[in-house]
């Protein structure tokens, strides 16, 4: 009895094992390690899944550092100067929307696509503000909503014919809990969706093409044709949706678009945000990026108001 005993009794190296791991969940040294590699996205990924611990020290700190330093200047937005406060969802689905295009896995109610398109991680993506505003109807433009350029996925051909290529977008708003749209949804009853839910958080979601709050502007800014498009906003605030990108010809640089009336609705009362107006200093120019003719703009408001930032799954130089 006493020899198994001894055989079960821990050994002084086993006793150590949590010192021994203790470096390796350590806040500051991890901080560092990452710091040191620039925060690489796939890197913290395959860290955070290592284990329980780590996943929880990558929860509460990892994913937020992340983040502040892949895009300050909208984190700051975002947390109103103070990013040391929770964010609505969770860092680590912040972090996912900057760095993840979620796909078209299936079509809705309102966008149907001939095959399902998985998810992936982007090279870069590009938030801004002043894109944002296209996305919301006149009487909910005092809220601020951070939206990414369209991922364009080239389609291929549906029965013979040539399709659109599909561009995914995706958004965040800031202070959703007390914003104009989600008061908006509010007041009107519009239901939430109820098979989708938010490939961020999983939240569930309402469609903005049921409450008729889609503006034409959000069309024209996606270079996508009235009616092309649908998106969702989850109840954390997160925006996710695809389009139809319009084929973009010569001609298309040389004709003058006029300005539309909003398509959606605009008795949108109830508390919120302060009704605001879009940027009207909003230039639009046409650039060539391997051999396709894409869309980018560029704001210069006199106030040197931030209306973008630029992030990137790889090291920053």
Request: charged share 25%; glycine share 12%.
């Amino acid at each position: 009895m006493s020899e198994r005993n001894q055989r079960l009794r821990p050994s002084p190296a086993s006793q150590g094992s949590d010192s021994a791991e203790s470096g390796i969940l350590n806040e500051r040294i991890l901080i560092l390690v990452f710091k040191s590699i620039k925060w690489d996205i796939h890197t913290l990924c395959l860290a955070a899944s290592v284990n329980r611990k780590l996943r929880a020290v990558a929860n509460r700190l990892l994913w937020r550092e992340l983040c502040l330093f892949r895009a300050p200047r909208m984190l700051l937005a975002l947390t109103n100067g103070a990013p040391n406060n929770r964010i609505e969802g969770g860092w680590q689905t912040l972090a996912k929307l900057m760095f993840f295009c979620c796909g078209c896995v299936s079509s809705t109610r309102h966008f149907r696509v001939s095959r399902p398109l998985q998810g992936h991680f982007v090279k870069a993506s590009r938030f801004s503000k002043t894109s944002g505003r296209s996305f919301l109807p006149k009487a909910c433009r005092g809220d601020m909503l951070f939206m990414s350029d369209p991922c364009e996925h080239p389609m291929g051909t549906d029965g013979g014919k040539s399709e659109d290529d599909l561009g995914i977008y995706r958004g965040v708003f800031c202070g959703f809990m007390r914003s104009r749209t989600r008061a908006c949804l509010i007041r009107r009853q519009v239901g939430l969706e109820e098979r989708l839910r938010c490939p961020y958080c999983g939240a569930r979601v309402w469609s903005m093409t049921s409450a008729r709050l889609v503006p034409k502007s959000a069309a024209r800014r996606l270079g996508s044709r009235d009616g092309g498009l649908e998106y969702f906003v989850c109840v954390n605030g997160h925006l996710h949706g695809a389009c139809w990108l319009v084929p973009l010809s010569d001609d298309d640089n040389d004709e003058e678009g006029g300005e539309e009336e909003d398509g959606s609705d605009d008795d949108c009362g109830g508390e919120g945000g302060a009704q605001g107006v879009g940027c009207e200093s909003c230039d639009e120019y046409w650039t060539v990026e391997n051999g396709k003719k894409v869309s980018r703009r560029y704001c210069d408001d006199d106030d040197g108001d931030d209306h973008q930032e630029a992030v990137g799954d790889g090291p920053v130089n």
